[in-house]
């Protein structure tokens, strides 16, 4: 009988890879979506309707209807992939932040447990922002200092994941990714903001873009690539804690200064530096080593930093430029 896979966050970047990948391996797919005043299924739309996705609308903040999804999807996985993701935000909303981040995972769990449903698989979105000012790079045993409202809730759904674990015996896993990024990517987050922003200057369409902090340095792998990763981490035949990362990290600066060059433009004549984007608090360098899941597992990530910046791109010139026939667009030449 085909497995049946639970995603909260489903309508996020990685929900919608890992809802890809997880149909291809012949999963049945469900989601919880919540309730939004516009629609916010644009990443999944081609999976509803072809019906080979079905979404609950539930909220990570409503135990019943947590409750309610379970009961009626009995789930052999579930992936709790549902956030509040953004960093800077959760300085401004940290006590909704810890409900979301840190009280999902404690709810999932207990409604597991009570449910009598202690065989279904949990698989915790855990982050490498749980390691904060710790200093790079950072493996799975490397002293977590988070430093921001997100970073702190993120933790403790990664220690409740453990204690469900070792406590109860169930299967569940944290998988603690470094940045990942992709034409799916939040908006807000500072690759898609710089990627649009430098594509919209070259189509004369803006003058310039505001960014914060420039030196802050991070480890960015593809969103495709790391869903693969958390696929093997949950058909693994025990459950543990894995790093997700690429081992490479790069600057702020330099993802721009990549970004603007690949569209033959100076990246320093379009930035503008404005205090709304620093943090009260800042991780200064998040760079990951993977060697656990690359020798155990054997997961590899399989595009590069370049391969990243290029298909951000050429997906952000396509959303800039096309607007009636999708099928009949090119990358012009020099974008290839
Ligand atoms: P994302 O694009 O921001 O997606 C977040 C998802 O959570 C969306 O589907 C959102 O729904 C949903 N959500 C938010 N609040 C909810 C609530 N109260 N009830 C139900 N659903 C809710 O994030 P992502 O980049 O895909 O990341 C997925 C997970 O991995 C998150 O837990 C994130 O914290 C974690 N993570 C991400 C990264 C990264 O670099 N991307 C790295 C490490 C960990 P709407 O569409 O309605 O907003
Ligand atoms: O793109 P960011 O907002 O990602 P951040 O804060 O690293 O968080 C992301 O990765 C985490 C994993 O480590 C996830 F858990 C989390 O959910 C999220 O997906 O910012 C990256 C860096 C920061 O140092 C920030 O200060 O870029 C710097 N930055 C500079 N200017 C900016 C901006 N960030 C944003 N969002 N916007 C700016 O204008």
Redesign the pocket.
Known sequence: MDKRALI????????SYLAELLIERGYKVYG?Q?R?STI?TERINSLLDNGSVETFY????DVNSIIRVLKEVKPDIVFN?????HVKVSFDIPDYTVQ??ALAPVRILESLRLLDMKDTRYYQ????EIFGSSSAPQVETTTMLPVSPYGCA?LLGYHITRVYRAGYGMFASNGI?????SPRR?ETFVTKKIVRAAVRIKLGKQKSVKLGNLDAKRDWGH?RDYMRAVIMIMEHDKPEDWVVATGEYHSVREFADRVFDYLGLRADDYIEISGDYFRPNEVPELLGDSKKISDILGWHPDITFEGLIKDMIESAWKEETVAVNQAQWRAPSYLR
């Open positions: 909260t966050g489903i309508t996020g970047q990685d929900g919880i919540r939004t916010v539930g909220d990570l903040s992939l549902g956030a509040m993701s979301i981040v979105a855990s982050s490498s993120k990714l470094f940045n990942h990024e939040g969103a």
